[in-house]
């Protein structure tokens, strides 16, 4: 900068002279000369800086208008994702409960494994003739067909359909008794088991008897018809 540029804010333009102010004036476009050189120098030898500027500014603008673009995009998606999110949780927790009622199922001592051999005891105990046993099963397998929400589990009401229709087993082999050698005691308690039968009235349980009784005096006819000739 020229040295001979001395003026100063503080100085009164008033007080000088039209030379000086002129000389000033000569001064002053000489100093912004220089600066607008200096300016262009800066320019010049900072031209690569201002250029990778000026892409950087570009590159953020084009950034932030795609980032601002998905922003809206996936403020959109929100509900969507909400709503996924709730059915997903939905799902899990449905999915953890079948997973403990299948832990619980596999446990030996859960009480479903008992009632899911009560089929087969019951058939051992008709053919081995505990018949108020079998009674018993058959009034319990009517206990639960009355539970209507215990039968909405199909191995439930599989159980308790096998064991209700295992009473006309049961009415059959007591009959059957009659039908072979039977001494009055065992008649007996034979026909008190079948009275126990529902929906089996007297006269029915009569003509039975008589008919199973005629099968064995026609067997034992037959057997001594056999054994004369």
Avoid at 81 to 92: D, G, I, M, N, V
Avoid at 126 to 143: E, P, S, V
Avoid at 208 to 222: F, G, N, P, S, T
Wanted: include cysteine; glycine fraction near 4%; proline fraction near 3%.
């Amino acid at each position: 900068m020229d040295s001979d540029y001395n003026f100063q804010p503080g100085d009164d333009i008033r007080n000088m002279g039209l030379e000086e102010m002129r000389r000033q004036k000569v001064l002053l476009a000489s100093e912004l000369k220089a600066i607008d050189a200096q300016i262009s120098d800066l320019a010049f030898n900072n031209y690569g800086t201002y250029a990778d500027a000026g892409r950087a500014t570009h590159d953020c603008s084009k950034t932030f208008g795609e980032m601002r673009d998905k922003t809206v995009n996936l403020s959109g998606q929100a509900d969507e994702l909400t709503t996924a999110f709730q059915e997903f949780r939905s799902k899990a927790k449905k999915l953890a409960e079948e997973q403990d009622l299948v832990r619980k199922s596999l446990d030996k001592s859960n009480p479903i494994w008992e009632l899911l051999t009560l089929p087969s005891r019951m058939d051992i105990c008709i053919r081995a003739g505990y018949y108020d046993l079998a009674y018993t099963l058959t009034n319990y397998g009517m206990q639960l067909q009355q539970q209507s929400h215990l039968c909405k589990n199909p191995l439930i009401k599989k159980v308790a359909d096998h064991l209700v229709e295992a009473r006309a087993y049961l009415l059959e082999e007591l009959f059957n008794k009659f039908a072979g050698p039977l001494d009055l005691a065992e008649s007996i308690k034979v026909v008190n088991n079948v009275r126990k039968m529902p929906f089996l009235t007297a006269n029915q349980l009569r003509i039975a008897v008589l008919q199973h009784r005629d099968i064995y005096l026609e067997k034992q006819i037959l057997d001594i018809s056999v054994g004369i000739t």
